[in-house]
C-alpha cells in the first residue's frame, strides 16, 4: 500500500519559468492538501481539494500559483513565472475523510523547490 | 489573527528523561488538536489527535494533554530515546480555523545517550 507519491523530489527552476509539482494521494483518499515550508518554519496551508473540486484555497497566493485535483490522476499545484522567494519544501497530504476526528492527514516526502 | 506558539529553541535532553514539549495557542478554540513528527527532508508524520472536550490521551510513550482554558497543549514522550529525536508539529483544526490543519512552526528535540 503505498503512501502519498510526491514528484519530483527536487525541482530547478530560473526565474520566470514554470514549476509543476505532482501528488499521488494514498489509495481510497479522496482529500489533498498542499502545504509550503520554510527553512525553520512551520507547514502553512496553501490548499484543500477533492476530486475536480477546490474546497479551500485561502492559503494561496492569488497570482501565478493555481492547484487542481482531476478526477484521474495525481493533483497538480502549478506556480507560473517564478520568482526566488518561491525557493521552498512543498508538501502534499492526503486523507479519507475531510474534517473533523479523523482527518488524520498522510503527508509525502516533499518537493524541494529552487528557483535560480 | 490566530496564533501558534511553540518552543523556538531546541529542547535537549538525556535519555531515559521525560521530554515536555508545549503548543500555546491565541485568539481561537479548536475543535481537534493534533501532533506531529517531522525528521529532517521528510514529510511530517501523524503522531496524536485529541478533541476539544478530552483532556488527556496516551499511546504507548507518547501522551498528549489539552487544556482549553490555558489554550495549551503539553506533549510528553517518557523514557525518551535518541531515536525520538526530530521536529514535533502541533497542528490545530476547527472552530474558527475551519475544515484545516493550521500548523505551529515547531519544537526540535535532542535525545543524547
Known amino acids: 500500500n503505498a503512501g502519498v507519491m510526491q514528484n519530483p523530489r527536487h525541482l530547478v527552476r530560473r526565474r520566470g519559468q514554470e514549476a509543476r509539482l505532482r501528488c499521488s494521494p494514498m489509495?481510497?483518499?479522496?482529500?489533498v492538501y498542499w502545504y509550503r515550508q520554510l527553512p525553520e518554519e512551520g507547514l502553512k496551508f496553501m490548499v484543500y481539494?477533492?476530486?475536480?473540486?477546490?474546497?479551500?484555497e485561502s492559503g494561496m497566493p492569488k497570482e501565478r500559483f493555481s492547484a487542481e485535483f482531476p478526477k484521474e490522476g495525481p493533483s497538480i499545484l502549478r506556480i507560473q513565472q517564478v520568482v526566488r522567494g518561491d525557493s521552498a519544501a512543498y508538501f502534499c497530504?492526503?486523507?479519507?475523510f475531510g474534517f473533523g476526528v479523523k482527518n488524520i492527514q498522510y503527508f509525502g516526502a516533499g518537493t524541494r523547490l529552487s528557483v535560480l | 489573527s490566530q496564533k501558534i506558539e511553540q518552543n523556538s529553541e531546541a529542547l535537549n535532553i538525556q535519555e531515559g528523561k521525560t521530554a515536555t514539549l508545549t503548543c500555546n495557542y491565541t485568539?481561537?478554540?479548536?475543535?481537534?488538536l493534533q501532533w506531529y513528527r517531522q525528521d529532517p527532508g521528510r514529510g511530517p508524520v501523524f503522531l496524536l489527535l485529541?478533541?476539544?472536550?478530552?483532556k488527556e490521551k496516551r499511546k504507548e510513550r507518547l501522551k498528549v494533554t489539552f487544556d482549553t482554558t490555558l489554550k495549551q497543549s503539553l506533549f510528553h514522550i517518557t523514557a525518551s530515546q535518541p531515536a525520538d529525536s526530530a521536529t514535533y508539529l502541533c497542528?490545530?483544526?476547527?472552530?474558527?480555523?475551519?475544515?484545516?490543519?493550521?500548523f505551529g512552526a515547531g519544537t526540535i528535540l535532542r535525545v543524547k545517550s
Open positions: 497530504a492526503s486523507s479519507p
Open positions: 489509495k481510497g483518499h479522496s482529500h
Open positions: 481539494l477533492q476530486k475536480e473540486n477546490i474546497i479551500d
Open positions: 485568539n481561537y478554540s479548536p475543535a481537534y
Open positions: 485529541i478533541r476539544e472536550n478530552e
Open positions: 497542528a490545530l483544526e476547527g472552530g474558527e480555523y475551519g475544515n484545516k490543519l493550521v
